[in-house]
């Protein structure tokens, strides 16, 4: 009852704002740690999932419904899948060399990591954020973004879209060439798979015989 | 169109009326249709299981379970307890915690996702604006707890059935999602109650399955593949992978994959109900009826029996569709995976593009048949 009377009286709808609040804030920092630090990079990827989680429950209590649907949409039922899919359909056997002075690196990424987040905090801390005061959209929120699709933010929608067919075409470029199954990799070449040879098809070249 | 009965104010008052402040009768009733919700889920899956067994065997001229419970009906209470009591063996070369969790991730959502499913005007847990698509962007969780399932069992047979079921989920998703926009688009709202009531003003002319036929099919197509009914049931295929990603999975974890299973084909056969055949609406309006017979819409005994009726609209509905689907599951053979990723790809994407197509360009040029 003393610790009780300590703070001023919270709402239920407060209450409830606040633990889930701290709650997602400690696992968004606490999985973000754990997908740089841990070893095992699928532990790492699946944690990723989680973090992802996090963010769109922070989208929730900021009242954007839609927004956390489609982080959870795309971030954690597409992004994240491909990353795991990417790691297991990889069947790369490399054995780990101890290098020597290692710690140099990490000591070199550890300070480029710490400097990195000063200056964000400081921006973060002295930046005059231009708050909106206006109520939030909620369930409006389909028609606001979508009418901000079609007028001021059209040209970016369209680059988004054009940006990721190519990555679809080069995804099809990829996937189409046609490896040499049961060759060992020499290690010198071990990121490139043996490859049979193909010959390149070009419009209207003198040995094109189908008139 | 009248709101029906409105049980939360009504207990709210009740509770006010009592003595309590009106916060604290609003937060006792907030776990109340929550835990509705999940004991009307649970016991869907022992009707399922009764289901699946009793129509098996009929199709197979069968008589299936007899002997526990009237007509063999607490067959699947005998299951449970069996898997209960069974050892709970987790792989010596597994990873512990992805193995204990990878279920709980295929489960969780497929519960979270009766938050939008309405039985009625104000029978839902919640009426979100965001309604249908919680429930596409909860489901598309499932396939990191099924590769989780396949990863952590450290088997040959479970990586390859997360693997592809993983691939096979993500690729139905696709065409379903698209299904979805169309009679979205239609009904000019995400809320399943928006789509319910837009639905509701003809009778069954007015259910979108005759508006949306192909979306329909495609959307049946694509819930069936997403559940890994027959003759989708390619990640836990006997012949090729033993069982899949559930191979090295025991007692109630592996309970856990059987009842995420049944409860997601119960929760796509009731979003089908309210997608296409008009959720709880009667296929003659209620406010017809009331009229013709000449009573008040609004008197308590008409909204009760419109309310069980509603209700009983919705069950009917979904568990049609679970009976088709359990006859889809003797009548159809299992395709091969190339076959299946090909349907998925290369037939039911497209069609589900031209749909929309389709239904947009209907939308402009008949604004009053299709929701303009």
Not at chain 2, 33 to 46: C, D, E, G, Q, R
Not at chain 2, 50 to 61: D, F, P, T, Y
Not at chain 2, 108 to 136: A, R
Not at chain 2, 327 to 338: A, E, G, K, N
Request: charged share 10%; net charge negative.
């Amino acid at each position: 009852m003393i610790l009780a009377l300590d703070f001023a009286p919270l709402s239920l709808a407060e209450g409830v704002q606040l633990v889930s609040f701290a709650l997602l804030s400690l696992i968004i920092i606490v999985g973000s740690l754990g997908v740089v630090l841990l070893s095992n990079i699928v532990h790492s990827a699946f944690l990723m999932a989680l973090v992802f989680i996090g963010v769109a429950g922070f989208y929730i209590l900021l009242n954007a419904g839609f927004v956390a649907a489609a982080q959870v949409l795309v971030y954690v039922g597409a992004v994240n899948v491909l990353i795991l899919f990417g790691i297991m359909l990889v069947n790369k056997q490399e054995d780990f060399i101890e290098l020597k002075n290692a710690w140099v690196g990490k000591a070199a990424t550890g300070a480029v990591c710490a400097g990195l987040f000063g200056l964000l905090s400081t921006m973060v801390v002295s930046h005059p954020w231009a708050i909106s005061t206006a109520p939030a959209a909620g369930d409006k929120a389909i028609e606001v973004i979508g009418q901000h699709f079609f007028s001021d933010y059209l040209l970016p929608f369209e680059l988004a879209s054009v940006l990721l067919l190519i990555a679809l075409v080069g995804a099809i470029i990829l996937a189409r060439r046609e490896y040499i199954p049961g060759e060992s990799i020499s290690p010198t070449e071990a990121l490139t798979l043996p490859e049979r040879p193909r010959e390149l098809v070009a419009a209207g070249s003198p040995t094109d015989q189908s008139l | 169109m009248t709101s029906g009965i409105d049980l939360q104010g009504t207990f709210v008052q009740a509770l006010v009326e009592l003595g309590l402040p009106i916060t604290a009768a609003k937060t006792v009733w907030i776990p109340l249709p929550m835990l509705l919700m999940l004991i009307v889920a649970t016991v869907s899956i022992f009707i399922c299981v009764w289901l699946e067994r009793k129509i098996s065997a009929g199709a197979q001229q069968r008589i299936g379970p007899e002997y526990i419970g009237p007509l063999g009906a607490l067959q699947a209470v005998a299951d449970g307890l069996k898997l209960i009591f069974k050892a709970d063996i987790t792989p010596a070369k597994a990873d512990p915690w992805l193995f204990v969790i990878g279920p709980a991730v295929v489960v969780i959502p497929v519960f979270l996702s009766f938050l939008i499913v309405p039985f009625g005007q104000n029978l839902v847990i919640t009426d979100l604006g965001i309604g249908i698509f919680l429930w596409i962007s909860l489901s598309s969780i499932t396939p990191i707890g099924l590769l989780m399932a396949g990863y952590s069992s450290n088997n040959k047979y479970s990586l390859l059935g997360g693997l592809r079921a993983a691939a096979q989920s993500i690729s139905y998703e696709i065409p379903l999602a698209l299904a979805v926009l169309a009679v979205v688009m239609m009904s000019n709202g995400l809320s399943t109650i928006d789509i319910v009531n837009q639905q509701s003003s003809y009778g069954i002319l007015g259910w979108n399955i005759w508006r949306q036929p192909v979306g329909f099919v495609i959307f049946w197509i694509s819930a069936l593949a997403e559940c890994e009914r027959l003759p989708f049931d390619l990640p836990e295929a006997e012949e090729e992978l033993v069982a899949g990603y559930q191979t090295e999975y025991t007692g109630m974890k592996f309970g856990l994959f059987y009842v995420g299973s049944y409860v997601n084909l119960m929760l796509s056969a009731l979003i089908v109900s309210v997608l296409y055949l008009g959720g709880w609406s009667f296929p003659i309006p209620v406010e017809t009826i009331t009229a013709l017979l000449g009573i008040d819409a609004n008197v308590a005994w008409v909204q009760i029996i419109t309310a069980a009726l509603g209700i009983v609209m919705t069950m009917l509905k979904a568990y049609l569709l679970v009976f088709l689907t359990i006859l889809l599951r003797w009548t159809v053979p299992r395709v091969r995976i190339d076959q299946l990723l090909d349907l998925g790809w290369k037939f039911l994407l497209p069609i589900a593009l031209v749909n929309l197509l389709a239904t947009a360009a209907l939308k402009l040029t008949f604004p009053g048949a299709f929701g303009g």
